[in-house]
């Protein structure tokens, strides 16, 4: 049975310990706070002001601390997301750095799969392992209801690109709504099967703009189970699930899966290896974490490399023991989804 761990004094730790004895290995770098739709859960239809550019890490400044992070924090994985990572036009050259360091991490890329089709054989010279491809509908109609822009064709073929390219494993990231959509998962799951894509649902989060996100309203893990069942045999996927988000279940006994990214119903915080950059430049412990640590200012004021990530691993000591969403007095960050990087 899981025990709430206990805070202890912080050890001389070269890695990012925090203070329940959690060692952050992943780093999700949000590179941009920008995007080309705006899915209802994620982005106000309008008026979000984007962060100034000068605000903005440059790719010199981003390479520096994912530097830090690989070869003085032991990160060992880099996840590239946003607001929209493609429209940074200087990923490439983030990508080919980051895959340049010894030792070399592992690159993957969250996106909406907008202009997919056209760059994913550069993104994979440059360096990219992986992809997660966002889709939450396979019906146009639906598509241009819920992320505001009719473009669901355009993430159809990046994601049949990025498969072509070789970023593998391809994986759909599906967020289901009551009442919108959440009749589609037996059909996500059958177009994955069907195209070789690895379906993973997350519930949706505290962290839209609107700050109306209700408890009753979100499709639970539970349900989302129940639906699938309907047309698909499940058995959990036996072994250790480490730190990974998903659960996931055989798909009619395999080899195909299928995840679930319980994080409100079934939160797997105890077993979080996550630390986070934000594309302005602010350290955060948690997507939930409701305050940051700004390493842009103690960087361009001309902080060295190992003050910067002296400011990193304190930053991490202090790491909440979870997220608090089911507690009576949780808040929901200030920043939106888009802004934090999902
Ligand atoms: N624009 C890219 C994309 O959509 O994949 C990357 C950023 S987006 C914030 C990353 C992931 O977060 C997407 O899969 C999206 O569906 C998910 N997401 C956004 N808002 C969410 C929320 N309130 N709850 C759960 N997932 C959310
Ligand atoms: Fe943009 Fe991704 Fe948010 Fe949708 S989920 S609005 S694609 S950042």
New binding site residues.
């Given amino acids: 049975m899981w025990r709430m761990p206990t805070r202890t004094t912080r050890p001389d730790e070269s890695r990012l310990i925090d203070g329940f004895g959690r060692i952050a290995t992943d780093l999700r770098v ?1 590179l941009t706070d920008r ?1 080309n ?1 705006r ?1 209802t ?2 982005m106000p239809a309008e008026g979000l002001d984007w962060l100034p550019g000068p605000q903005l890490l440059t790719a010199a400044e981003l390479i520096r601390l994912i530097t830090i992070a690989v070869q003085r924090l032991g990160v060992s994985e880099i996840r590239f ?5 493609l429209l940074r036009r200087d990923l490439d050259e983030i990508l080919a750095a980051t895959a340049g360091l010894t030792p070399r991490p592992t690159l993957s890329l ?4 907008l202009g997919l089709a056209r760059r994913a054989g550069a993104l994979r010279a440059a360096g990219l392992d992986r992809v ?3 889709l ?1 509908t396979l019906d146009s109609t639906r598509f241009a209801r819920l992320t505001r822009r009719d473009r669901m064709a355009d993430v159809l073929a990046g994601l049949a690109a990025a498969r072509a390219a070789g970023l593998m494993p391809v994986k759909v ?3 289901l709504l009551r009442g919108i959509n959440d009749d589609e998962a037996p059909a996500l799951l059958r177009f994955c099967l069907d195209n070789g894509y690895q379906l993973r649902f ?7 703009p609107q700050h109306g ?1 209700q408890r009753e309203g979100m499709v639970t893990a539970e349900e989302i189970l129940t639906r699938l069942g309907t047309e698909f045999a499940l058995t959990p996927v036996a072994g250790a699930r480490g730190a990974a988000p998903a659960e996931r279940w055989l798909v009619n006994d395999g080899p195909a899966t299928v995840g679930v990214i319980a ?1 409100v119903t079934r939160p797997f915080c105890a077993a979080c290896d996550r630390t986070r950059l934000t594309a302005d430049g602010a350290l955060r412990t948690c997507l939930f974490a409701t305050t940051e640590t700004d390493l842009r200012g103690p960087m361009r004021a001309g902080a060295n490399d190992e003050e910067l990530a002296e400011v990193w691993r304190t930053t991490m000591w202090g790491k909440a023991a979870g997220h608090g969403i089911n507690t009576a007095g949780f808040a929901q960050p200030d920043r ?3 802004a ?3």
């Fill in positions: 949000s995007c739709l899915c859960y994620c997301t946003g607001g929209e990572p969250t996106t909406n799969g997660n491809v966002s939450d990231n599906s967020v997350i519930e949706q989060m505290p962290l839209d996100w994080s939106p989804m888009s934090i990087g999902g």
